[in-house]
């Protein structure tokens, strides 16, 4: 059978520009195609079965580790010297999350509650809940600031109030009881007499009101009508906007909830937030670029303007009253507590403040907020949040209990929520959203290339066909020499 030499140069010149065609069409319109795929799974829909199952259970272990400052001369901080702590723990806690009363509304938004439960992990702690430690004692050195501007007589009243219940300035206890609560006489007589004064009617700790508790009703929009509102808080309890601070700009509510993120994010990209707990919003900035088990991702860590005071940066004047630059005075919503947070160990705060007390160590590694984000879909992949509690403390005349404590900023616990995908999630996540583009990527360039191998074969091919025979060998070895030339560059 006598073969058209001709017409298969064609086809392969055909069958060339097809392909080469092919691959360049792909990359014009195949990163079009993965940012729809991105869009329809990243909006908040229950069709979406992966990211909205995400979304809802949150199926990523996630551990608070807690640090309790030891007070070791709690006399000699009494008769004015300078405190100094030790650190213990961390005691760890398995956190539990899980969305209820989700309602979906027809602007585009949902509502719902997130409640959180708590579980001891002693395989990843040191210690155990039975330790004992000495801490501040909250209720007579908060409530003796908090009297400090009523008369004297009311303050002397409030001293012999704390003698008959035998309360002191520094509280010895089992971290168990410090952290979900203890039985106190004090606690039962405030609230009967002075209701209201303190934020909890039963045992009195410093989560208490933590564990078994939700953070209240969000309202979030799901991005169905636009995905960069996806996940982006719409109002808290109802409200737009806070009552806490002093300036609209301090009382408003940004950013998400805190566990995801709108999708495509550049490095010009922020993560702001609302915290509940922190009573504000909270924004961290871009710090670097990396990877988290083998998926690109984008680090944000929180700059050292997020607690810095007015002085230093204006925008934070709204949360003053304020102190030392690293303080925010979080007494607007805790009963007018004299308490602050900060980041442990007064990192990213004034110096100042840590020759007040002795034993703190920051260190960028072990107490920096970080949040490690794939920047393609706006998932978390490794989260730090790490976050100090501290009681202002000072002599308070009429008040005995108080002695003679030089004024000072004191630490009592710094706590860091972790949690990162692993597992099947990791796995899933990985193969969908890193293996497969990566595959189109590589199969769009392919396409050029082989293309382009057929159409220099082709050319090969045209130029034989038509050759004298005696022409034909010394061509091969001319065209030879010339693809492999043209394959090198």
Same mark, same amino acid.
């Given at each position: 059978?006598?073969?058209?030499?001709?017409?298969?140069?064609?086809?392969?010149?055909?069958?060339?520009?097809?392909?080469?065609?092919? +691959?360049?069409?792909?990359?014009?319109?195949?990163?079009?195609?993965?940012?729809?795929? !991105?869009?329809?799974?990243?909006?908040?829909?229950p069709k979406n079965e992966f990211s909205y199952t995400m979304w809802r259970d949150v199926p990523v272990p996630f551990f608070?580790?807690?640090?309790?400052?030891?007070?070791?001369?709690?006399?000699?901080?009494?008769?004015?010297?300078?405190?100094?702590?030790?650190? /213990?723990?961390?005691?760890?806690?398995?956190?539990?999350?899980?969305?209820?009363?989700?309602?979906?509304?027809?602007?585009?938004?949902?509502? @719902?509650?997130? @409640?959180? %439960?708590?579980?001891?992990?002693? #395989?990843? *702690?040191?210690?155990?809940? *039975?330790?004992?430690?000495?801490?501040?004692?909250?209720?007579?050195?908060?409530?003796?600031?908090?009297?400090?501007?009523?008369?004297?007589?009311?303050?002397?009243?409030?001293?012999?109030? $704390?003698k008959a219940f035998n309360e002191e300035a520094f509280l010895t206890k089992p971290v168990g009881e410090l952290m979900w609560? @203890?039985? #106190?006489?004090?606690?039962?007589?405030?609230?009967?007499?002075?209701?209201?004064?303190?934020?909890?009617?039963?045992?009195?700790?410093?989560?208490?009101? $933590?564990?078994? %508790?939700?953070?209240?009703?969000?309202?979030?929009?799901?991005?169905?009508?636009?995905?960069?509102? !996806?996940?982006?808080?719409?109002?808290?309890?109802?409200?737009?906007?806070?009552?806490?601070?002093?300036?609209?700009?301090?009382?408003?509510?940004?950013?998400?909830?805190?566990?995801?993120?709108?999708?495509?994010?550049?490095?010009?990209?922020?993560?702001?937030?609302?915290?509940?707990?922190?009573?504000?919003?909270?924004?961290?900035?871009?710090?670097?670029? +990396?990877?988290?088990?083998?998926?690109?991702?984008?680090?944000?860590?929180?700059?050292?303007?997020?607690?810095?005071?007015?002085?230093?940066?204006?925008?934070?004047?709204?949360?003053?009253?304020?102190?030392?630059? +690293?303080?925010?005075?979080?007494? *607007?919503?805790?009963?007018?507590?004299?308490?602050?947070? %900060?980041?442990?160990?007064?990192?990213?705060?004034?110096?100042?403040?840590?020759?007040?007390?002795?034993?703190?160590?920051?260190?960028?590694?072990?107490?920096?907020?970080?949040?490690?984000?794939?920047?393609?879909?706006?998932?978390?992949?490794?989260?730090?949040? /790490?976050?100090?509690?501290?009681?202002?403390?000072?002599?308070?005349?009429?008040? +005995?209990?108080?002695?003679?404590?030089?004024?000072?900023?004191?630490?009592?616990?710094?706590?860091?929520?972790?949690?990162?995908?692993?597992?099947?999630?990791?796995?899933?996540?990985?193969?969908?959203?890193?293996?497969?583009?990566?595959?189109?990527?590589?199969?769009?360039?392919?396409?050029?290339?082989?293309?382009?191998? !057929?159409?220099?074969?082709?050319?090969? #091919?045209? *130029?034989?066909?038509?050759?004298?025979?005696?022409?034909?060998? /010394?061509?091969?070895?001319?065209?030879?020499?010339?693809?492999?030339?043209?394959?090198?560059?």
């Amino acid at each position: 059978m006598q073969i058209n030499k001709s017409r298969v140069a064609v086809g392969f010149i055909v069958a060339g520009i097809l392909m080469a065609i092919f +691959g360049a069409s792909f990359i014009l319109v195949g990163q079009a195609v993965m940012n729809d795929q !991105v869009i329809k799974n990243t909006v908040l829909d229950p069709k979406n079965e992966f990211s909205y199952t995400m979304w809802r259970d949150v199926p990523v272990p996630f551990f608070m580790a807690v640090y309790f400052f030891h007070v070791v001369n709690p006399k000699e901080i009494l008769n004015g010297e300078k405190p100094m702590v030790e650190q /213990r723990g961390p005691y760890v806690y398995r956190k539990t999350i899980q969305k209820d009363n989700i309602t979906f509304h027809p602007n585009n938004t949902v509502s @719902y509650r997130e @409640y959180r %439960s708590y579980f001891f992990e002693p #395989s990843m *702690s040191v210690g155990n809940e *039975s330790d004992v430690v000495t801490i501040p004692n909250m209720l007579v050195l908060g409530a003796s600031i908090m009297m400090e501007n009523l008369p004297r007589g009311l303050r002397v009243l409030l001293s012999a109030t $704390f003698k008959a219940f035998n309360e002191e300035a520094f509280l010895t206890k089992p971290v168990g009881e410090l952290m979900w609560g @203890y039985d #106190s006489k004090l606690v039962d007589f405030l609230n009967k007499y002075l209701p209201g004064m303190l934020p909890t009617s039963g045992k009195f700790g410093l989560f208490a009101e $933590f564990n078994n %508790s939700n953070t209240g009703l969000f309202t979030i929009f799901t991005g169905k009508d636009d995905i960069r509102k !996806v996940h982006r808080v719409d109002s808290w309890n109802g409200l737009t906007t806070l009552s806490y601070w002093r300036t609209p700009q301090c009382n408003m509510i940004n950013g998400t909830a805190g566990q995801l993120w709108p999708p495509f994010m550049t490095k010009e990209s922020t993560l702001p937030f609302y915290s509940p707990d922190a009573c504000r919003s909270l924004e961290l900035l871009y710090q670097r670029q +990396g990877y988290f088990k083998g998926v690109p991702l984008y680090r944000f860590n929180a700059p050292k303007t997020l607690f810095a005071n007015g002085t230093e940066y204006p925008p934070n004047e709204g949360f003053c009253p304020c102190r030392q630059s +690293g303080l925010l005075n979080v007494s *607007s919503c805790r009963h007018n507590s004299p308490v602050f947070i %900060s980041q442990p160990h007064f990192f990213n705060a004034d110096p100042v403040l840590l020759d007040y007390v002795l034993g703190l160590h920051p260190s960028e590694e072990e107490h920096e907020t970080f949040i490690e984000i794939h920047p393609l879909t706006g998932v978390p992949l490794n989260v730090a949040v /790490r976050l100090q509690l501290n009681l202002y403390l000072k002599k308070v005349d009429g008040i +005995g209990e108080t002695g003679s404590i030089s004024e000072v900023v004191m630490p009592m616990i710094w706590f860091q929520e972790t949690g990162y995908i692993d597992g099947p999630v990791l796995s899933t996540f990985r193969n969908n959203l890193v293996v497969l583009p990566a595959v189109m990527e590589y199969a769009q360039y392919g396409f050029i290339g082989i293309g382009l191998v !057929v159409l220099l074969i082709a050319d090969y #091919s045209g *130029s034989v066909f038509i050759l004298a025979p005696g022409a034909k060998e /010394r061509h091969l070895e001319k065209s030879l020499s010339t693809l492999n030339s043209r394959l090198r560059v």
